[in-house]
Nanobody, 121 residues
């Protein structure tokens, strides 16, 4: 009943910037937390950043000071602004959200299909 659709991925040079967006659609009752994960080849999926319902944000140490997560509740959308990008940031980025649907107050976990971000000169 819920779909998360990403946009904004692509190729960027080291030191450049990129903004990812992820919009939720469907029979949404309420959105709680939203987050960004990434997975590089041969590595486990890791949490990059998350934003809770009250606006509290958390970041992986590797991206602190360079990445910013935000959300637009009216648009059911979460963003990830990435600056000063390094080659190590190359990975498939996934959007995740805890969302309750229909008339339920119980949230479920939803995932996007992922978008490729490549940092290379």
């Amino acid at each position: 009943q819920v779909q998360l659709v990403e946009s904004g991925g692509g190729l960027v040079q080291p030191g450049g910037s990129l903004r990812l967006s992820c919009a939720a659609s469907g029979s949404i009752f309420s959105i709680y937390s939203m987050a960004w994960y990434r997975q590089a080849p041969g590595k486990q999926r890791e949490l990059v950043a998350e934003i809770l319902g009250g606006g509290t944000t958390n970041y992986a140490d590797s991206v602190k000071g360079r990445f910013t997560i935000s959300r637009d509740n009216a648009k059911n959308t979460v963003y990830l602004q990435m600056s000063s990008l390094k080659p190590e940031a190359t990975a498939v980025y996934y959007c995740n959200a805890d969302i309750s649907v229909g008339g339920s107050w119980i949230p479920n976990h939803y995932w996007s299909q992922g978008t490729q971000v490549t940092v290379s000169s």
